[in-house]
């Protein structure tokens, strides 16, 4: 294989995939595809469904389930005649495609010469599919029919001509008709972008050429990913974490991972997982592998995304339990599912490689939603807010404050801009004091922000978290958990699930209060530098007794501006204090 | 019309550009910097030039001390007072990451957490008062802080674009605390929402205020000390000019003003050239800086990211910056596969070939290895005769060697690969704003850029490349060419239709006096004053939005097929009957200044072939025996072929087999394939 045509070949079909996700992006009319980049897009193998090349600004969430979504869909295509030219194929089924009904899947097929060469695919996040609740978070949902409506993998188009029955079907069945409309049409049309680029390549490189280097793209991704597992020590490294609840029962739910790495081969089991909860939280296999998959890219960011990297991993996920759903489970708690399923893989490496794994991140996505009539337009409105917390730390760094899901890249809508748009307004949005982990490197803290609404409105919350916090790991600390309060009739309480709540009607002004957790810490608080507990202290990060007693610092007020005092850590007390604690705590002396 | 000078003073070097009659090129030269007081460098650069300022109409400059000030992390100790609850909004950003893989590193906000503080006052989305500004906690505020070392104060409450009373009264409070301090309002930096984007702007603006002030003082002084009592502009991001009394107020404006001069100067010497469709390729030695020009219009991005979590929201000249430059290392990757870059030798260890104890095998060594570069020659070298092409050889045929080809299979592959990279760019950045890149000449500049030019053209599919005379110095040039212009704007967010009567012709109209008004506070003459306003449109819902160009005048209906027009351009279809909304509303008021005519000269030798001045063999494919030309001894008109080598003392340009070039009325070399 020449060296530098694969080289040229591969930029090329990864720029495709780029250009499809940017396009998208940028046309979408769903916030949640233009300002979050909630989608994906990419080439697939015809046959075997392996990813080709994947787009670079879509969400991570997607890595892999894509192809595990061509995979399924491509034996139920060809029972019913396989792919034609002109064909477009669409699906939500969650059991099939992954994450949620909200995420739809459409897939086009690519043919030269007659002959079918790859498929395109691509999937965006629709803002409304109907269902119990606007936005389809339904906490306590208990079977998949109240978060929406699933569409079952048909062709939206038929030799180039729209199925206009099945549009129909659709948009009689969602609350923002117009709306997923708009995104329907610019999702159809980003594959007229891929073709193009498809076709000069094509006409550049020939059929046989492109293939020879796909291949081979495919086959260097697998050693390349192989090198990295070889290079973690062989081993079990087990881990269990829970759910709060399901939203529905009051019972935590069990996630358990064993990861074993033999050589350059990576297992995971999931064996001992909770079975599906009668609430939302599941989610499909794909799903589950996909975010596997995410972790691991998160550790080693430098791998390649396509189907080779892969091949050196299998799994055992056990049949109906929660990380696997099945008809008809509900599966709208996706966003923290899937949170955990990276923060279990964080916390089983870490064990084997500490030097290059994070401690856990907030690990709840904690949507709330706001919904209702605006009442200046009269017109229906779905507002969503996802946690944002802190990250875990690391053997790098602290961590990151108001970090996006492992999973995501989806921002926090501008607290301007939701005054704007919807009848609500916030009353504070700041940085959660002392939530982060301790560490010699300290978890970044958690956010808080209350926001009230000014009209008769439905508010339900989807998140978890509260009675399991973030774990720090090689000794770290745990994060502050999760907090969830509701403010109605003045009264402030907390919903009897903790962390989840549906359509509460709220009136003018009543409000909700939301405080994410932090990010757990990495390695003894104990050898955190003085210097950093003195701007920790300053920055209003942690306090007084935690400096003392958790960092064993001496720390005095020097003086203070207002009323916010200034501390000065005296490196030398410090010292003293620290080998004084260290040797009550060590055995041998 | 009397002499001009146009100086960029970069992070390195400080370029100056020199016309004693605004015509004739008469000194182009690269003086060392002076990070510790730039203005200096401009003085020196002055002086090795020997120009006496007093015979000097305008000195134009551009300047990274702003942008190297964020990055570095170098600029004022500043407090910044929120609205109550909102302390954190600078350090909060909206929910992101540094990188979409990887989950360490932090943010280090502008102003740290210790200095922001909070006052009781709230506004709502359409300006109306909610609580009024606590004017007794902020004075007590005001106080206490004026005991502390801080230059600047930065105020920022949510909705201050829709009414800016509290953030005005709470500087008159400021100010009478410490007349000393640098104070900056969000209002009157960005008139938008979105209330991260526009404290970060605003702390960025007070974070460089007093640094920028200090150097503005500085220069001044120097100036007047050696006689020069006319005007001194300088470049902004957005590619206008500003006068140099009126920089202290416009920090923020000056962050990559640099790189937008260049962009300028490449545009003007298309249009020149007769292209006004032009892709513009800065190649230094650690990366590749692209733009695109439409209808001789640089283009505007609305948000730049200066640093993690630091956005400027200014109109900017939208520049995208790749890490591939000279010193881009090439490498195999675990899975096999040769790759260059974006990780760079940088200036030291450098490149192999320029023997600072570079071990790892760059771009530059590749062009080395092929003749590309006269090894006999090194450009900015002063510390060796020769570049070790040896040493080059060997690195490359180590790195080959597991891949099964030759030292010069290698290079050639290194090169192959890292204008891969850089054309794709190039290509995305028209063909995801709908252009088709066919249409676009391209413009080269930097020390590397002409060395690759040829292979990007060819790869992305354009036609014509320009090579302009002195691409090593063209921001400076860049500063000369540019007119003053002063950018306005002010959030709407309201559909088209059923918008008050007259508000979209009131608010422009307002725009347009207040930059009037400006322009006649610069004393400057002035040909003409252009006045253009633009509406920042989306679909109902869309949180992206389209640049649309409009007049004061339209109706509703004009307003929307303006908008679907723009639309269709960059998606290709229209969303049909979702409702229009008018996100903000844009005036650019443009002082239109005399300028350098660019030197048009006679052709001296119309169809000429020009006589190379040596040959050696270059590979191209094979080695191939190559005429070398001397960049001096080209005249207007005359013509040569490709495979040819240009060089000249400040890079060097390739011409590829199978290209043809011939020189324009500027001087310019116009490459073509054949």
């Known amino acids: ?46 046959v075997t469904g392996e990813t080709i090349a994947q787009g670079g600004y879509g969400l991570p969430m997607f890595l892999a389930n894509m192809q595990f ?18 064909d477009i194929w669409i699906c939500n089924d969650p059991y099939l495609s992954g994450t949620h009904l909200n995420d739809v899947v459409l897939v086009s097929p690519y043919f030269v010469d007659g002959k079918l060469f790859a498929l395109f695919a691509n999937t965006g996040h629709w803002m409304d599919m109907g269902g119990s609740a606007p936005g389809g978070w339904v906490p306590t949902a208990r079977e998949i029919h109240q978060e929406g409506i699933i569409i079952p993998p048909l062709r939206l188009y038929e030799n180039g001509k729209r199925n206009d029955a099945l549009v129909a079907m659709i948009t009689a069945n969602v609350r923002l008709p117009q709306q997923l409309l708009g995104d329907l049409a610019a999702m159809t049309n980003v594959f007229a972008v891929g073709r193009r680029g498809l076709d000069a390549l094509v006409a550049r490189y020939g059929v046989g050429t492109l293939r020879a280097c796909i291949d081979e793209m495919l086959r260097r991704s697998e050693a390349e990913m192989r090198s990295y597992i070889a290079e973690i020590p062989d081993g079990t490294y087990r881990i269990e974490d829970y759910f709060d609840n399901d939203g529905v029962d009051d019972v935590r739910l069990t996630v358990t991972l064993a990861i074993t790495v033999s050589g350059s081969e990576l297992q995971f089991d999931f064996t001992g997982t909770s079975p599906a909860s009668r609430g939302p939280m599941n989610i499909s296999d794909a799903t589950t592998r996909s975010l596997c998959f995410v972790a691991l890219k998160h550790i080693f960011p430098d791998v390649p995304v396509n189907g080779g990297a892969f091949r050196p991993t299998q799994f055992t996920i056990p049949q109906g339990c929660i990380l696997s759903a099945a008809y008809p489970s509900a599966v709208g708690g996706t966003t923290d599912v899937t949170q955990r399923v990276v923060d279990v893989v964080f916390g089983a490496l870490a064990q084997a490689i500490p030097a290059q794994t994070p401690a856990a991140p907030f690990g709840t996505t904690g949507v709330a939603t706001v919904s209702g009539r605006h009442p200046q337009t009269g017109q229906y409105f779905v507002a969503v807010y996802p946690y944002p917390g802190g990250y875990g730390a690391s053997a790098a760094s602290d961590g990151l404050v108001n970090g996006t899901p492992p999973g995501s890249m989806a921002k926090f809508m501008s607290v301007e801009m939701s005054e704007h748009r919807y009848p609500v307004r916030f009353r504070y949005f700041g940085i959660r004091e002392g939530s982060g982990g301790a560490g010699r490197h300290r978890g970044g803290c958690g956010t808080r922000y209350g926001i009230e609404t000014l009209s008769d409105t439905l508010v339900s919350i989807l998140g978890d978290r509260v009675d399991h916090a973030p774990f720090g790991v090689e000794g770290g600390g745990p994060a502050a958990p999760n907090s969830v309060q509701i403010e109605t009739g003045g009264r402030r309480w907390i919903p009897p699930m903790r962390s989840k709540a549906e359509k509460l009607p709220f009136a003018p002004g009543d409000a909700f209060h939301l405080a994410s957790p932090g990010g757990g810490g990495f390695g ?27 960092h064993g610092v001496v720390a005095t007020v020097v003086r203070t501006i207002l009323d916010r005092p200034v501390y000065r850590v005296e490196r030398d007390r410090t010292q003293e204090r620290r080998s004084a604690i260290a040797s009550t705590l060590d055995p041998i002396t | 019309m009397g002499g001009i000078v146009g100086i960029d003073v970069g992070g390195t070097f400080t370029d100056l550009f020199y016309s004693s009659d605004g015509i004739r090129v008469d000194a182009v030269l690269k003086v060392p910097s002076t990070p510790d007081d730039p203005s200096r460098g401009l003085i020196d650069a002055l002086q090795a030039a020997g120009i006496a300022p007093s015979a000097l109409d305008v000195i134009l400059h551009g300047t990274t001390i702003a942008t190297n000030a964020v990055i570095e992390r170098r600029g004022a100790r500043c407090a910044l007072i929120t609205t109550q609850g909102f302390r954190d909004v600078l350090e909060l950003g909206r929910r992101d990451r540094q990188r979409m893989y990887g989950m360490t590193g932090v943010q280090q906000p502008l102003i740290p957490r210790e200095m922001r503080w909070e006052v009781e006052e709230r506004l709502d989305h359409t300006g109306q008062v909610l609580v009024p500004l606590d004017e007794t906690h902020l004075r007590a505020l005001a106080t206490a802080l004026a005991a502390e070392e801080i230059e600047a104060v930065v105020v920022s409450f949510l909705h201050a674009y829709a009414n800016s009373s509290h953030e005005q009264r709470a500087r008159e409070i400021l100010r009478e605390a410490n007349p000393d301090w640098e104070i900056v309002i969000s209002s009157d930096v960005v008139r938008e929402y979105y209330e991260f984007e526009r404290t970060s702007t605003a702390a960025v603006q007070g974070y460089l205020q007093p640094l920028v002030s200090r150097y503005a003082r500085n220069l001044t002084r120097k100036l007047e000390e050696l006689g020069f009592d006319r005007q001194t502009l300088v470049m902004q991001s957005n590619g206008g000019l500003v006068p140099l009394a009126q920089l202290p107020g416009r920090a923020a404006n000056i962050v990559r003003s640099g790189p937008a001069a260049g962009v300028m100067a490449a545009a003007r010497l298309a249009a020149d050239a007769g292209f006004d469709h032009v892709i513009t390729g800065d190649m230094g030695g650690t990366s590749y800086d692209v733009a695109v020009v439409v209808k001789g219009t640089p283009r505007i991005a609305e948000t730049t990211e200066l640093d993690f979590r630091i956005p400027l929201r200014l109109p900017m000249i939208d520049v995208h910056t790749i890490g591939a430059g000279g010193g881009s290392i090439a490498y195999i990757d675990r899975g096999g596969t040769l790759q260059v870059g974006p990780r760079s030798a940088g200036a030291v260890p450098g490149p192999i070939c320029f023997g600072r104890g570079g071990t790892s095998p760059t771009v530059t060594d590749a062009n080395a290895v092929l003749g590309r570069i006269n090894a006999d020659q090194p450009i900015g070298m002063k510390h060796l005769a020769r570049l070790d092409v040896a040493a080059a050889r060997a690195a490359m045929a180590a790195l080959g060697a597991p891949l099964g080809l030759g030292i010069e299979e290698t290079a050639e592959a290194i090169l192959t690969i890292v204008n891969h990279v850089m054309a794709r760019r190039t290509r995305l950045m028209t063909v995801e704003q709908g252009h088709d890149p066919r249409d676009f000449a391209l413009v080269v500049f930097g020390g590397a850029g002409p060395l690759h030019g040829a292979a990007i053209m060819r790869e992305v599919g354009i036609r014509t490349m320009l090579l302009p005379p002195h691409p090593g110095v063209l921001c400076a040039l860049g500063c000369a060419v540019a007119d003053i212009r002063y950018d306005l704007s002010r959030t709407v967010e309201r559909p088209v239709l059923g918008q008050p009567e007259g508000l979209v012709r009131d608010i422009l109209a307002g725009q347009h006096r207040d930059g009037e008004a400006r322009m006649q506070a610069t004393g400057t003459e002035l040909e ?21 160009p409009i007049e004061p005048s339209w109706t509703g209906a004009e307003l929307i097929s303006a908008f679907e027009a723009v639309y269709r351009q960059e998606y290709g279809n229209t969303l049909g009957s979702v409702p229009v909304v008018i996100v903000s509303l844009k005036t650019a008021v443009l002082g239109v200044r005399r300028k350098p005519v660019m030197s048009v000269l006679a052709a001296a030798a119309d169809g000429a072939i020009a006589a190379p001045r040596a040959r050696r063999p270059v590979h191209f494919g094979r080695w191939i025996d190559t005429p070398i030309y001397d960049r001096a001894d080209l005249l207007p008109g005359m013509r040569f072929d490709g495979p040819a080598i240009v060089e000249q003392p400040d890079t060097t340009s390739v011409i590829e087999p199978g290209m043809t070039a011939r020189i324009d009325r500027h001087a310019n070399i116009l490459i073509e394939v054949a």
């Open chain 1, 1 to 46: 294989m020449d060296p530098v045509t694969l080289a040229v070949v591969r930029g090329a079909l990864e720029q495709i995939a780029d250009e499809m996700d940017l396009h998208l992006i940028r046309a979408a009319l769903s916030p949640i595809i233009s300002e979050t980049n909630d989608c994906a897009h990419g080439l697939y193998d015809p």
């Open chain 1, 69 to 86: 979504t061509v995979q399924r869909l491509i034996p139920i295509a060809n029972e019913a005649g396989g792919f034609r030219e002109g």
């Open chain 1, 524 to 550: 003894d608080p104990l050898d955190r530098d003085p210097a950093l507990v003195e701007a920790d202290l300053n920055g209003g990060m942690i306090d007084m007794a935690t400096a003392e007693s958790v």
């Open chain 2, 528 to 548: 003409a004053i252009e006045v253009s306003h633009a509406a920042e449109m989306s679909y109902q819902g869309q949180i992206h939005t389209l640049r649309v």
